[in-house]
């Protein structure tokens, strides 16, 4: 049996000072985009990947506004390229029925380990995963099509992606926040 330690994906700083100027330039929009990011990091942190969001309708729309940003400023950009094909792992999200495993988990002896979306853009397909640890895994096999630069059609849209992290808001409303997997992970 082997034991996975993965780095706290929560350790943020808290962004700096916010600098208004009329005139946008592309570092200028950059400089946005990363302050935002940080600021969605710093209030996902201590929300049970959304299970306070959800008792917390302030806090729900604190993040909402902030995501609304991220993809105010990343508006245009490609995010249905291969960097999309990843395995990611979920920090906070509003949808009603991974959260619903999760919190229920221990009713059945276990716990919710990594929630993950696995995505291969070449490959038309996404994964999603539910771990518990030790062995037990939920897995839904599904197939994904690139619609336009930021729509893939597996009802959801990436609204904000970089190196690392994944922003995402589906047709029915619901967020979805990830980070890049330290792992890859396989059927």
């Not at 200028?28 to 996902?44: K, Y």
């Not at 397909?125 to 895994?137: A, K, M, Q, R, S």
């Amino acid at each position: 049996m082997a034991t996975l330690l993965l780095p706290n994906p929560f350790a943020t700083k808290l962004p700096g000072p916010r600098y208004s100027h009329p005139r946008f330039t592309c570092s200028s929009v950059t400089a946005q985009s990363r302050s935002a990011r940080e600021h969605l990091l710093a209030l996902i942190a201590d929300q049970d990947r959304g299970l306070r969001t959800q008792s917390d309708p302030a806090k729900r729309a604190a993040i909402v506004e902030t995501i609304d940003a991220m993809a105010a400023a990343r508006r245009g950009s490609v995010t249905t390229g291969d960097a999309l094909s990843a395995t990611w792992r979920l920090l906070w999200t509003t949808e009603k029925e991974q959260l619903f495993i999760i919190e229920k988990a221990p009713l059945f002896g276990t716990r919710a380990g990594d929630v993950l979306q696995v995505i291969d853009v070449r490959e038309r397909t996404l994964n999603n995963v539910i771990t518990f640890p030790p062995d037990g895994v939920f897995f839904v096999r599904s197939g994904i099509e690139v619609a336009s630069p930021q729509r893939v059609n597996f009802r959801f849209d990436t609204v904000y992606l970089d190196d690392d992290l994944r922003v995402v808001k589906d047709i029915r409303g619901d967020y979805l926040v990830v980070d890049r997997a330290t792992y890859s992970w396989k059927e």
